[in-house]
């Protein structure tokens, strides 16, 4: 992957913020989560850049948007790297997490006042940005681990019970964080400060 190229042409972006790299565990996939001054910047690299991006790997890309306004409360009450919090411990691995649930405000289709509590109770867990879908509201986070053995275990064993109490389907999704630490470096990511 040539971290160096494409991390200098996503700091030419309108709007581009940081970046932390993600490598997906298991199927060598490489991809990230961006941060924008804006949605509309983020908008303009979704539809713009990053389609281009993809094109010249030739590789089909998944891309969503997500409001760090609507959620700001909740990821501050779980440490959010992105939002003010301060990781001591460097990440070993990262999960995605995406629930099926109505397009409704964040505050009152995510029971993030009930979940927080139960999260913050899993072993290794370090930070979780919550994330609410531009158009959708669909809920989700990204969670940073201490290491991989433990996020695997949250995405496995308990993350299935959370979705399956809130009655919806998921998608999740782990990375190592450790194979993209210096290219997140070079992007500003929070985790690496």
């Known amino acids: 992957m040539p971290w160096e190229r494409i991390n ?9 913020i940081n970046k932390t790299w993600l490598a997906g565990v298991g199927n060598d996939s490489a991809g990230g989560f961006y941060v924008f001054d804006t949605i509309e910047n983020a908008q303009k690299f979704v539809t713009g850049y990053f389609p ?24 501050l009450d779980m ?56 158009h959708t509201g669909t809920p989700g986070g990204l969670y940073a681990f201490d290491t991989l053995e433990n996020a695997r275990k949250f995405a496995v064993e308990y993350f299935p019970t959370e979705a399956a109490d809130l009655n919806a389907a998921f998608y999740t999704r782990v990375f190592d964080a450790d194979v ?14």
Not at 68 to 75: I, K, N, V, Y
Not at 182 to 191: D, H, L, Q, T, V
Request: charged residues 20%.
């Open 180 to 193: 993209t630490e210096e290219a997140s470096r070079g992007m500003g990511s929070p985790f690496y400060r």
């Open 79 to 134: 440490n959010s790297a992105h939002h003010s919090g301060h990781v001591s411990i460097k990440p070993g691995a990262f999960v995605y997490t995406e629930v099926q649930l109505h397009a409704l405000p964040f505050d009152q289709v995510a029971p993030w006042r009930e979940l927080n509590p139960k999260l913050k109770q899993q072993r290794g867990l370090l930070s979780k940005t919550w994330l609410s879908g531009l």
């Open 52 to 75: 281009a991006e993809a094109r010249v790997f030739g590789v089909a890309q998944t891309t969503r948007v997500f409001d760090a306004m609507a959620t700001e409360a909740a990821s």
């Open 8 to 16: 200098r042409s996503i700091k030419e972006q309108p709007g581009f």
